[in-house]
């Protein structure tokens, strides 16, 4: 009967223990999270620059223009351009050009654009591009347009895109139209 006692004592006092709470009081799951964020390794923060960063001119009245940028990922994982702000249009969308049955088409890429670790991502005219709709103003050469890049995974990206003449067709400027940062 006394070892049946001390039974039930010990695991009464283990079912105790096993109950507490792990944290220590007052410690929150953010200061956790924090301290599982600082053991990541600095190779695997996500960081995207972008350069050559162009447009064109456009006409009074054009319903879109087009942006171009060469994006490129510097981080240790994939990442992923998710969407694009500008106060100079109504919206911008991330576009394709595709040959389909020997026509050339374009379509707006709605998962965004898969940015591979270390890698560089051109956007270009006939290619993959920023479609600008619904200019607020006509693009000037010499008057540049700004944008906010925004991905998956790394921090917002301010971004001048330096506008050239109608008919210009890659950049020019080697590497002077870069990110604002």
Not at 25 to 47: D, F, Q, R
Not at 110 to 121: C, I, N, Q, S, Y
Not at 143 to 148: D, F, H, L, N, S
Request: some cysteine.
């Amino acid at each position: 009967m006394k070892a049946r006692f001390l039974l039930l004592l010990v695991l009464s006092a283990l079912g105790l223990v096993a109950c507490q709470r792990t944290q220590e009081p007052g410690a929150s799951a953010a200061s956790t999270e924090k301290a599982s964020a600082a053991a990541v390794p600095a190779s695997a923060l996500a960081l995207v620059v972008a350069t050559d960063a162009w447009s064109r001119a456009t006409p009074p009245g054009a319903p879109v223009a087009g942006g171009y940028v060469s994006l490129q990922n510097q981080s240790s994982l994939p990442d992923r351009l998710i969407a694009v702000e500008s106060s100079a249009s109504a919206q911008v969308e991330i576009h394709e050009m595709n040959m389909d049955d020997g026509v050339m088409k374009m379509r707006r890429l709605d998962e965004g654009l898969a940015l591979p670790p270390g890698k560089k991502v051109v956007l270009g005219p006939g290619s993959i591009h920023l479609m600008f709709i619904a200019p607020h103003a006509p693009f000037e050469v010499g008057k540049p347009v700004t944008a906010t890049l925004i991905f998956e995974h790394a921090p917002r990206l301010d971004v001048r895109f330096e506008v050239r003449s109608m008919g210009a067709s890659e950049p020019d400027d080697h590497g002077h139209g870069d990110h604002m940062r």
